[in-house]
């Protein structure tokens, strides 16, 4: 029985034997590292985009922090310790990752401000034209109401006239509608 386990265990230990060489060779935080982008040309690249005269002002403290861990990791790399070089490189990226967000934050807030700017002047139209609508609407009724006053004028006056007399016709009669006799 012995000898079923120490194949398994065996095949095991061999399939795992390269990522334990390159885990101990590069070690854990250097394994991390290696998996994504160089993060030395990539906060080179980024704080090239950001070194411009609109956004200078604005960045200027997160971009002098990032051109100084890029300076450091420059010493230790040439001292030789890659690991805090390794390390730095990545600080100098999250400095220049602050700067950028810092950018682009900015930029959002200004179109955040035209974006309320526009609201508050469609909303001074809505109301200029709620109170145009309500103007309109009592005119109407006035008119309404004005030409209802004067249509029984127009009539007593018509009446009075010497010249026409009131018409007298009788009125034309009705004519009787019979019902049929409903059986309950």
């Known amino acids: 029985m012995k000898r079923a386990r120490l194949p398994a265990t065996f095949a095991v230990s061999l399939a795992l034997a390269p990522v334990l060489a390159a885990a101990a060779t590069l070690g854990f935080e250097g394994a991390a590292y290696a998996a994504g982008p ?8 980024l704080l090239a985009k950001l070194d411009t005269e609109e956004t200078r002002n604005l960045v200027q403290a997160p971009v002098a922090k990032a051109k100084a861990a890029q300076e450091r990791a420059r010493s230790a790399r040439g001292a030789g310790d890659l690991r805090h070089a390794t390390e730095l490189d990545a600080l100098a990226l999250t400095w220049a990752q602050v700067a950028d967000d810092l950018v682009r934050t900015a930029e959002s ?13 469609l ?11 309500e103007q309109t609407i009592a005119r109407r009724g006035r ?35 019979s019902k049929p006799a409903v059986k309950k």
């Open 143 to 177: 008119a309404e109401q004005n030409l209802n006053n004067a249509a029984p004028a127009s009539n007593k006056s018509e009446a009075t006239k010497p010249n026409k007399a009131p018409n007298k016709e009788p009125a034309p009669a009705k004519p009787a509608v």
């Open 38 to 45: 160089d993060p030395a040309a990539e906060a080179q690249r």
């Open 109 to 121: 807030e200004k179109k955040l401000a035209e974006v309320q700017k526009a609201v508050a002047d």
């Open 123 to 133: 909303e001074q139209k809505a109301v200029r034209t709620q109170a145009l609508i």
